[in-house]
């Protein structure tokens, strides 16, 4: 099996190589990694201890974020090193104050043996998920610790499986798991993992602390004046093609939409499906805004800050591989509506149930929602206390692994 992994991981590195060539994030994901060993040799001291955080994406930083900074804040002199797979992490977050960040090197032996010789660290922290076999295996030949954080598995991964095997010794590489809800804590103790705990997510944390910390918009509040607004977050064209119909039915709202994509082809198609109503943030001025009704958003970094001037939100991605993040609007009592594929999302599923989130299918289901919502103050308070309650995951998290660290 281990034959077949390192076939996989070099056959997928050759495959993202082709498609660099026609794709910009592939191109920024290979060229990333060209002499990257190399660079973080000249940027690191190998000397100096480090703690090291890996993330899969922006998502998984902003997860992991609240106990990165947490341990910058209690241990100001650590040294810590933050590593992506993914471009569309890195590249946002590469000049981050805290930490050194590099993208991570492919997961090879060779590499995984320099790479963690290099940033010599005390121990490493992964959030959410991914699961390396050579880097995994090198922390625990070396005997580093690892952990996981807001850690979420399901019954149908390949853990779990009768022919999961080469899988789960990964898993048994992992020194503690801090997950997000029982279920995973039953599903690792049926395949021998004790050393497991609930801690719940700790985006709960970073979504609070948002709240507490965001920024004003000059121009953004200057586009609204005094419409109420709904925030269209992390759309895909499914998404923006169902919420096309109700500026239309609703001419005393304003529209901000957040496409996850913003090349210059996405924006155009949003343009077009708004026709003369719309205007991009880039273009956005004080004389300019008075006959739009949708304000397109042709940045990223944004979003998180756009939910305070919100009376509801749309979260994107439902009509695709899953919503995203849902939790960023409700944190600021916005009730949510998004598409049909949320059920891998436990927060989607209590705000349903809490009746602070509706799914939806149809253009219809669409303009029902948004009915329900546009005035509805329960589903707004229940939705801020949903975050508030939760909120506690990134303290608990510091005190047990600062405790295993003193042993």
């Not at 104050?97 to 090197?105: C, E, G, K, R, T």
């Not at 439902?318 to 594929?341: D, M, R, S, W």
Request: aromatic residues 14%; positive net charge.
């Amino acid at each position: 099996m281990l034959v077949l992994y390192s076939l996989g991981i070099r056959l997928y590195y050759a495959i993202i190589c082709f498609l660099s060539i026609f794709n910009t994030k592939a191109s920024l994901f290979v060229n990333g990694r060209k002499n990257l060993l190399n660079k973080i040799a000249k940027k690191v001291n190998s000397k100096e201890k480090h703690i090291w955080f890996h993330f899969a994406s922006l998502g998984e930083f902003e997860q992991g974020r609240p106990v990165l900074e947490e341990i910058k804040n209690k241990f100001p002199n650590k040294q810590l090193v933050v590593t992506f797979f993914s471009p569309s992490g890195y590249e946002i977050r590469k000049d981050y104050a805290l930490a050194d960040v590099f993208y991570l090197p492919i997961d090879t032996a060779r590499n995984a043996r320099r790479f963690v010789n290099l940033i010599n660290p005390e121990m490493a922290i992964f959030t959410k998920y991914e699961f390396w076999y050579f880097y995994f295996m090198e922390l625990k030949g070396r005997e580093i610790p690892l952990y996981l954080i807001s850690g979420i598995f399901r019954e149908n991964q390949i853990f779990f499986k009768w022919y999961g095997g080469f899988y789960r010794k990964m898993l048994k590489c992992v020194s503690y798991f801090f997950v997000q809800n029982e279920q995973s804590i039953k599903l690792l103790n049926s395949i021998g993992i004790e050393n497991c705990v609930l801690s719940g997510d700790t985006r709960f944390d970073r979504v609070y602390q948002n709240t507490k910390s965001v920024k004003s918009l000059p121009e953004i509040e200057r586009f609204i004046g005094n419409a109420p607004t709904i925030i269209c977050g992390s759309t895909w064209p499914e998404d923006e093609k169902t919420l096309s119909t109700l500026p239309a039915q609703y001419p005393s709202w304003k529209f901000i939409i957040a496409p996850h994509e913003i090349d210059s082809q996405h924006i155009e198609s949003i343009e077009k499906q708004f026709s003369n109503i719309a205007l991009k943030f880039s273009t956005l001025n004080p004389d300019n805004h008075v006959n739009a009704q949708v304000l397109i958003i042709d940045n990223i970094g944004m979003l998180s800050s756009l939910y305070q001037y919100g009376q509801l939100a749309y979260i994107g991605g439902g009509f695709g591989n899953g919503i995203h993040n849902t939790l960023e609007a409700a944190a600021f009592g916005l009730p949510v509506i998004f598409g049909p594929k949320y059920q891998k999302f436990q927060e989607a599923k209590d705000l349903i149930a809490l009746g602070s989130a509706k799914s939806i299918s149809t253009v219809e289901e669409l303009a029902l929602a948004f009915e329900d919502f546009k005035e509805n103050q329960f589903a707004s308070e229940q939705a801020k206390k949903y975050v508030e309650d939760k909120k506690g995951s990134t303290d608990q998290i510091i005190k047990m692994i600062t405790k295993a660290g003193q042993n």
